[in-house]
């Protein structure tokens, strides 16, 4: 009979204690870490030009989607979208830039024209992590510009 009123006693006592105990978290849960996915565009890409060896187009994608672009002595901001196909097998992803300011310098090419209010659209074909063309259609056929990632 003590054995019974003393397994019950303790059996009351450590659910209590349970109850004042809240379970804790698991150690991945309290990190302060966390982990954000960021499309593989950002980050700063140079394009060489062709004519003009000595000089490279940078464009620098932001996460806020703002793109900068900075080719010899033209520089130009604007707002960039990334859309990936829903079907990569056979499309390439699209990308869409509003040129909001440009400073109407020469740039690499020796070509001075103020883009202020262009909207230029490219389709990206990805060669490997690191470079990607810009093409002339959604198949990724008729690329005419090779930029190389320069920067995260």
């Known amino acids: 009979m003590k054995n ?4 019950i006693s303790c059996l009351l006592c450590s659910t209590m204690i ?9 150690a991945a849960e309290q990190s302060p ?3 954000v996915n960021r499309p593989a565009l950002l980050g700063q890409w140079g394009m060489e030009i062709p004519s003009n060896r000595q000089c490279v187009e940078y464009y620098n994608f932001r996460d806020n989607n703002e793109v900068v672009i900075k080719s010899d002595r033209e ?10 196909p829903n079907n990569r097998g056979e499309q390439v992803s699209t ?4 040129i909001q300011y440009d400073n109407n310098q020469k740039d690499c ?5 103020d883009q202020t209010g262009e909207i ?9 992590p690191t470079r990607i063309e810009f093409c002339g259609n959604d198949k990724g056929e008729k690329c ?9």
């Open 18 to 26: 349970w109850a004042q105990n809240p379970p804790q978290q698991d």
């Open 120 to 128: 230029q659209q490219f389709f990206v074909k990805w060669v490997n």
């Open 75 to 84: 520089w130009s901001i604007g707002q960039y979208q990334y859309q990936i």
């Open 4 to 7: 019974l009123v003393l397994t």
């Open 95 to 98: 990308l869409v830039m509003h």
């Open 109 to 113: 090419s020796g070509v001075q024209v």
């Open 144 to 152: 005419f510009a090779v930029l190389n990632k320069q920067l995260p």
């Open 33 to 35: 870490i966390q982990i």
